[in-house]
């Protein structure tokens, strides 16, 4: 199957500082990228989709604000976590499509950040 | 809305023993997709199966199996003669066939499994 990375794997910042995530796709073209936050014991919530080349749609109660999405090229889309806080420690995974195989989706192995 | 529920959140059976993991889902669209992932304590999910709402068929891979039955708005998966490596979080999603829910993966809260020599 297709291969989609995540950088980094982990990440340790303090409190108030940005964070970026980058998911890309190996060896195919993703025109559509998801994001999601999985919290400790907890299940994958969806926080916002992202289509090359336009702005991101966010499900209710995410932050477009703090959680910035740019997919800016067919094969990478980055998260940036800004101003973390505690609560934003958390697994992240990405997940992408292709327009060719719209019915299958990759995930990535995803980030698991720590705010201090 | 979509919704998939795993009442079950956490099975512990000793090594050899079968496990079944229940899924139960709401959807109003007429085509989707269900899947099976494992999630190992490393955190990367494993993609087990996916099935169409068209394809009944129940399907058979080594020592998993599935039970898709449209009517009840179930797709169970049981473990045969379960292993020490099969300890695991699993997941039970559904994606949409439409337009504004396709790709959109709906997860269950997951089922733990435990499985002790």
């Known amino acids: 199957g297709a291969v989609v990375s995540q950088h980094p794997s982990r990440v340790i910042c303090k409190s108030g500082t940005s964070v970026k995530i980058e998911c890309r796709s190996l060896?195919?073209?993703?025109?559509?990228m998801f994001w999601y936050r999985q919290f400790p014991k907890q299940s994958l919530m969806l926080m916002a989709t992202?289509?090359?080349?336009?702005?991101?749609?966010?499900e209710q109660g995410v932050e477009k604000d703090k959680f910035l999405i740019n997919h800016a090229s067919l094969t990478l889309s980055t998260l940036t976590v800004t101003s973390a806080h505690p609560e934003d420690s958390s697994f992240y995974i990405c997940?992408?499509?292709?327009?060719?195989?719209?019915?299958?989706?990759?995930f990535g192995p995803g980030t698991r950040l720590t705010v201090l | 809305a979509q919704k998939v529920t795993q009442a079950q959140t956490e099975i512990s059976v000793v090594e050899k023993e079968d496990v079944t993991l229940d899924c139960v889902y709401e959807?109003?669209?007429?085509?989707?997709?269900l899947f099976w992932y494992k999630q190992p304590p490393s955190g990367e999910l494993v993609f087990l199966i996916r099935?169409?709402?068209?394809?009944?068929q129940n399907e058979i891979s080594g020592r998993y199996s599935w039970n898709f039955q449209k009517s009840t708005s179930s797709f169970n998966f049981t473990i045969t003669a379960s292993q020490v490596v099969d300890s695991a979080v699993y997941f039970c999603?559904?994606?949409?066939?439409?337009?504004?829910?396709?790709?959109?993966?709906?997860f269950g809260a997951g089922t733990q499994v435990v499985v002790t020599p």
């Open positions: 060896d195919f073209q993703a025109t559509t």
């Open positions: 999603a559904l994606s949409g066939g439409l337009t504004d829910s396709w790709g959109k993966f709906q």
């Open positions: 992202s289509n090359e080349g336009s702005k991101a749609t966010y």
């Open positions: 959807t109003r669209d007429t085509t989707y997709y």
């Open positions: 099935r169409n709402s068209f394809d009944e």
């Open positions: 997940s992408a499509s292709s327009e060719r195989e719209r019915d299958e989706q990759f």
